[in-house]
């Protein structure tokens, strides 16, 4: 398996706090991404990396932010979570090339269940 | 824009049978096109990849796909499923030249003894 952890693997939190989920990886890959997962919705993307301090907005980024301050890290930031917040969270690295993510597969995290109450 | 289509929330097939879970997909470019499986409580692994040539792909564990420019299809096939693969299938597209991936819904396979 492709060294990617999550963490936390599980939370709960209130309606209104801030909640940050971590990804961390050891491969050295140069694309990091932050997928949500919901019943009927599949995986959609929320904010990718690129490269350190290099990010872009997926297709469902309100409410989100993220941060790479080194190439192992991808910080995931709920400034003020929602109900509508609550999901399984994927973090995903790809090698990538020059100039695009090219024709490399995705390596998956475990995922981070987080329930918003 | 880039975007998939999985047509089929759930495929049962009897063990032995051949499977088939398809794909469509819509690019303004070439697409790469990837198939993963999500077994419960886990994340997503790669099966296998169209990148260019040859129109069917061999992958893991005995999967294979086709490549169909003319329907831009990339079905997932197996000749005889198994018990053990059972589990939520996922296509992804990527234009060339994109740094995102667009995956479809998901399919529930389900392979009954």
């Known amino acids: 398996d492709a060294g990617i952890t999550q963490s936390p693997r599980h939370k709960v939190t209130e309606t209104g706090t801030p909640v940050t989920l971590r990804c961390h990886q050891t491969?050295?890959?140069?694309?990091m991404y932050w997928y949500r997962q919901d019943p009927g919705h599949g995986l959609r993307l929320i904010h990718y990396?690129?490269?350190?301090?290099?990010?872009d907005k997926g297709e469902v980024s309100d409410g989100y932010s993220v941060s790479r301050s080194k190439t192992e890290d991808f910080l995931l930031t709920l400034e003020s979570a929602t109900s509508s917040q609550t999901s399984v969270y994927f973090c995903?690295?790809?090698?990538?090339?020059?100039?695009?993510?090219?024709?490399?597969?995705?390596?998956f995290g475990q995922g981070t269940r987080l329930t918003v109450v | 824009a880039q975007s998939v289509a999985q047509p089929e929330d759930q495929v049962n097939v009897a063990e032995g049978n051949p499977l088939t879970v398809k794909c469509t997909y819509s690019?303004?470019?070439?697409?790469?096109l990837f198939w993963y499986v999500q077994y419960p409580n886990r994340g997503l692994q790669f099966l296998l990849k169209?990148?260019?040539?040859?129109?069917l792909v061999k992958g893991s564990y005995g999967f294979e796909a086709e490549f169909n420019k003319s329907q831009t299809s990339f079905h997932l096939k197996k000749p005889s499923a198994l018990v053990s693969d059972s589990a939520l299938y996922f296509c992804?597209?990527?234009?060339?030249?994109?740094?995102?991936?667009?995956f479809g819904d998901g399919t529930t396979l389900t392979v009954k003894p």
């Open positions: 995903a690295i790809s090698e990538g090339t020059t100039g695009g993510s090219g024709n490399t597969e995705a390596f």
């Open positions: 690019v303004s470019g070439n697409p790469y």
């Open positions: 169209y990148i260019t040539g040859d129109n």
């Open positions: 990396s690129y490269g350190v301090k290099d990010t």
């Open positions: 992804a597209v990527r234009e060339s030249g994109a740094g995102k991936s667009t």
């Open positions: 491969e050295n890959h140069r694309y």
